[in-house]
């Protein structure tokens, strides 16, 4: 399953970080809808009826648009059917945060969407899963490895490496295998940044009965877990792993749903490490949420070669150019929340605590 992610990127770097090649072959950055920039909201935790980026095809927006042209928009997470009568879309019975791949062609709620081609790709820094244990559950946070492109800070101690931390978290593949999106020395304009979680998913638009706007939700498609996850949850993501298989699942023309389930995989290519209980609620949105914990001694443990790329992408991000969470606290209470965490954080704290972050101005 997939409860919780967190996406902390600011609306233009979400842009630049899912760029894309066209049937050309030049490098496009999708453009947000109109006004849904507004509506995403970066988050350490997000949950459920929370607005996310999604990145789907133009053409459910606009018939003339080029056939491989993308669009992101804001869609809140659970998908309220087309079909649904009540004024109120919390009054559904049932969930539909996720949906299970093996039954989509057997629920009208998931049925009528797949076949009318309403596929997409949900954004995210990564996900949260947790393993149950004796009393508790232990939460971790799973992403795509990161390459030595992510950042453009480079160090001599900071070795491409796949070897495994056995206490900690793991790489479930080596680094050099994730996407080259990421990479530098690339074309001009190429993302060098924080590599993005790409999920399938299904979307659908749900109007009320009495009138209003339009409501756009998904539901994050799932898979049995790969056997690098297995140990701590036995379901996951259907994650889409490098650009030619977003283009497939977005493209409803040419690609057919029956082909396109055929994308739903479970997939190794995914790190992860485990992080502290303050996730467990909803409520918190801090950089706590991410930073990685021992499981022994709760304290910051010896990075990975995939956490030591996070770490050095995100110390060496512009904070100038990012946007706080909406954490609901006055600047006077971020000030001096960042000015006492500063002293004791680890480098990837540090970054996401935001102590030099700036609200961007319009």
Request: charged fraction near 30%; hydrophobic fraction near 25%.
């Amino acid at each position: 399953m997939c409860g919780r992610t967190a996406c902390t990127l600011a609306p233009d770097e979400v842009s630049r970080a899912c760029s894309y090649r066209s049937r050309g072959g030049q490098r496009r950055e999708p453009r947000w809808r109109e006004g849904d920039a507004d509506k995403y909201r970066p988050s350490y935790n997000k949950s459920p009826q929370s607005m996310s980026p999604v990145l789907l095809s133009h053409r459910h927006f606009d018939k003339t648009a080029p056939v491989d042209e993308c669009v992101l928009a804001s869609m809140r997470w659970g998908l309220v059917p087309a079909w649904f009568k009540e004024n109120d879309p919390s009054k559904m019975q049932y969930s539909t945060n996720n949906c299970r791949s093996e039954n989509i062609l057997e629920k009208k709620t998931y049925k009528d969407p797949l076949i009318k081609g309403q596929r997409c790709v949900i954004l995210a820094d990564g996900f949260y899963e947790w393993r149950r244990q004796e009393k508790d559950k232990q939460p971790f946070f799973i992403y795509f490895p990161q390459t030595k492109g992510t950042s453009e800070e480079k160090t001599e101690d900071d070795p491409m490496t796949s070897t495994r931390n056995k206490e900690n978290s793991e790489t479930a593949c080596p680094p050099e295998l994730a996407s080259p999106d990421s990479t530098q020395g690339g074309e001009p304009g190429e993302w060098t940044g924080w590599k993005l979680l790409t999920m399938a998913g299904l979307f659908d638009c749900w109007t009320p009965p009495g009138g209003g706007e339009p409501l756009y939700t998904y539901s994050v498609i799932t898979v049995n877990a790969s056997k690098s996850l297995e140990s701590i949850h036995d379901r996951m993501p259907a994650v889409l792993d490098g650009e030619e298989e977003v283009r497939r699942w977005l493209d409803f023309g040419d690609v057919k749903s029956l082909d396109a389930l055929k994308l739903l995989q479970s997939k190794n290519s995914l790190s992860f490490h485990p992080v502290s209980s303050l996730v467990n609620n909803s409520r918190n949105n801090s950089p706590e949420c991410l930073q990685p914990v021992d499981l022994n001694s709760k304290k910051e443990p010896k990075p990975t070669a995939s956490s030591k790329m996070m770490m050095s992408w995100l110390k060496s991000s512009a904070p100038s150019k990012r946007k706080d969470p909406d954490t609901g606290e006055s600047p006077e209470e971020k000030e001096i929340k960042a000015e006492a965490q500063s002293k004791s954080a680890g480098g990837l704290q540090q970054w996401l605590q935001g102590a030099n972050k700036k609200p961007r101005t319009k």
